[in-house]
């Protein structure tokens, strides 16, 4: 490991959000082997950064990214070279952790040759979980036949057709012995799919049980694909943690995910980003019309699960060259909860949907990621996501070059 780790770094003389409290805290953080050594009034150790009374917050994790999303879906994305993928996939995480986001789950992609290049520094890189392929029934919202192509698919890098619940858990344990953090599944259908109508739940009962059923014996959980509320639906009666999108939920759906205690992971950059640039970069009309069906709605269900007491995280879901969009998705996450909720959103609450403790805060203990802003999101909120705004990055207890 680089020496330069165990070099300390003081953050003098800034406003402090830890990951929760509304109230900012006036303290320097001293970090120290990767870690949040202190904060308060503190003597500064090693190198100082003075802040100027701007504010720090906790290292931002994105919970819906896409490491080898190459384009906007399809056959092309599914098959092409996995050297070329991994090789775009670091790119794009090198991007998101720039951005001050160290951490992603990467729901729907990545492998252990990925991870292990992470874990031994050979690419820039947040925080890497991942589920490895997304699991989808035939004809589901992973299957990217369009219904006059006759080829045989069962599996590509960011999705794997599987039927059957014995089928499932056999690939759900496989997942597992490969490293996989989680499990994800399709349980609706989506827009960039071609042949499944995006409200309709896909998966029965029985196989997303089964799924449910190896993932929580392994101390794990299943993060689903579900847009409408029967699938929503579906999908928590049966055991489901993490639904991701949600855009068309109402309010019995959200009073039921608060009951089970499921997670909702709102995706609004991609949407978004689908409607201004899908066009011009050959998204398939089908895909822009399902697109048209859920874009406005995903503000309305962020609002409906926060009534609830459901707890929002917050992804990107950008695929292709969309990916510059992420901090899009920050704004308009913010229009839709405001800036204390979002920020939350960010940070404890996908830290607590990752099952990890140790990220998404600012306190003693804490991993050593914070992102320094310049100024103050309370008040102006756009040093959230104006990328023209500096903004120091601290990873491990490191700044960022």
């Known amino acids: 490991m680089d020496s330069a780790v165990n070099q300390p770094l003081t953050i003098a003389n800034a406003l402090v959000f830890d990951g929760t409290s509304p109230e900012l805290r006036k303290a320097s953080i001293v970090f120290r082997d990767g870690l949040v050594a202190a904060v308060g009034d503190v003597a500064p150790e090693g190198q100082v950064v003075d802040a100027g009374g701007k504010v720090v917050v906790p290292g931002l994790i994105d919970a819906h990214f896409h490491a080898y999303a190459v384009g906007l879906g399809g056959l092309d994305v599914e098959r092409c070279p996995l050297s070329y993928s991994a090789l775009v996939g670091a790119k794009r995480l090198g991007l998101a952790v720039r951005r001050g986001f160290t951490t992603v789950r990467d729901v729907a992609g990545g492998d252990r040759g990925l991870a292990r290049a992470i874990e031994d520094g050979l690419i820039a890189s947040p925080r890497y979980y991942y589920t490895g392929a997304a699991f989808s029934q035939t004809g589901g919202h992973g299957d990217p036949r369009s219904a006059d192509v006759d080829i045989c698919f069962s599996h590509g890098h960011m999705c794997a057709v599987v039927d059957g619940s014995d089928n499932l858990r056999r690939a759900v344990r496989e997942r597992f012995r490969t490293g996989s953090h989680a499990i994800k599944i399709m349980a609706s259908g989506g827009v960039v799919s071609l042949t499944d109508p995006i409200r309709l739940p896909q998966y029965s009962a029985e196989e997303i049980r089964a799924v449910v059923d190896e993932a929580v014996r392994r101390r794990s959980y299943v993060a689903a694909h579900a847009y409408s509320p029967e699938a929503i639906r579906h999908s928590v009666e049966n055991g489901v943690r993490s639904i991701e999108h949600g855009n068309l939920l109402d309010q019995p759906t959200a009073a039921l995910m608060a009951e089970h205690g499921a997670f909702l992971v709102p995706t609004l950059a991609a949407y978004d980003a689908m409607n201004r640039r899908g066009e011009s970069l050959g998204l398939n009309p089908v895909s822009q019309a399902k697109n048209a069906e859920v874009l406005s709605a995903g503000k309305v269900a962020i609002g409906l699960a926060l ?70 999101p309370f008040e102006d909120a756009s040093v959230l996501w104006d990328e023209a705004r500096p903004r120091l990055v601290i990873q491990r207890g490191r700044a960022m070059a």
């Open 307 to 376: 009534q609830a007491g459901v707890k929002v995280g917050f992804g990107s879901d950008l695929m292709g060259d969309l990916e510059d969009d992420q901090l899009v998705g920050v704004r308009l996450q913010i229009e839709a909860a405001g800036v204390l909720e979002t920020l939350r959103s960010m940070t404890s609450v996908n830290a607590e949907l990752l099952q990890n403790p140790d990220i998404g805060r600012i306190s003693a203990g804490a991993a050593g990621d914070a992102v320094l802003l310049d100024g103050n």
